[in-house]
């Protein structure tokens, strides 16, 4: 099976840079898509296709990927930043899609 | 305005089946490159994508559960039927359903989510 690696928790201050990051070993060839998922709620699309932004989306959010590792990163993020945020791939053949473990952002 | 709906019990038995239908509006399971997949939660968990529809009836599982899964579509009502057999505790999660689209490299990806449906397995 293919694996999307996050780290569980990241942690900044309101107002500074929070870069959450996904490993995968497909990531050179295949588009990484972001979720945020505040408690309680749905997941909700921040990034498709590595760097894009749905229009609803705010602009601190942003999207990048090199090799075999994919970044979102908010920036100036605020405490209603705080989520679950999960990446989405899938390998090299397209026959594993799979969520990343998920990182908690903490806004403190 | 894109929304949909999980509906189906909230409380099933091992080894019973689970039906879950996904209602939705807003969009047209008849459109070229538009989906319906099925994506599940256990409870403090990471999510896990399940199965999809698309709109030429093709149908895809993931391959653990694909023995016990089935995905079908309704498209004049506009619905999508999940059935999973042979319940165990361990498929204790909320399901949800989401519209999915096609990437310009035909990977499917999820734009808009129901709000999800917590179904318990216990005896």
């Known amino acids: 099976s293919y694996e999307l690696t996050q780290p569980p928790s990241v942690s900044v201050s309101p107002g500074q840079t929070a870069r959450i990051t996904c490993s995968g070993d497909?990531?050179?060839?295949?588009?990484c898509y972001w979720y945020q998922q505040k408690s309680g709620q749905a997941p909700v699309l921040v990034i498709y296709?590595?760097?894009k932004r749905p229009s609803e989306i705010p602009e601190k959010f942003s999207g990048s990927s090199s090799g075999t590792v994919a970044t979102l990163t908010i920036s100036g993020a605020q405490v209603e930043d705080e989520a679950d945020y999960y990446c989405y791939s899938t390998d090299s053949s397209d026959n594993h899609r799979v969520f990343g473990g998920g990182t908690k952002l903490t806004v403190l | 305005q894109v929304t949909l709906r999980e509906s189906g019990p909230a409380l099933v038995k091992p080894t019973q089946t689970l039906t879950l239908t996904c209602t939705f509006s807003?969009?047209?399971?008849?459109?070229?490159?538009?989906?319906v997949s099925w994506i599940r939660q256990p409870p403090g968990k990471a999510l896990e994508w399940l199965a999809l529809?698309?709109?030429?009836?093709?149908?895809f599982y993931t391959t653990s559960l694909k023995t016990r899964l089935t995905i079908s579509k309704d498209s004049a009502k506009n619905q999508v039927v999940l059935t999973m057999t042979n319940m165990d505790p361990l498929d204790t999660a909320t399901y949800y359903c989401?519209?999915?689209?096609?990437?310009?490299?035909?990977?499917?990806?999820?734009?808009?989510w129901g709000q999800g449906l917590l179904v318990t397995v216990s005896s």
């Open positions: 296709e590595d760097s």
């Open positions: 807003g969009f047209s399971l008849t459109s070229s490159s538009m989906c």
């Open positions: 989401a519209r999915t689209k096609y990437s310009p490299s035909w990977f499917p990806y999820f734009d808009y």
């Open positions: 497909a990531l050179p060839k295949k588009y």
């Open positions: 529809v698309d709109w030429d009836d093709d149908k």
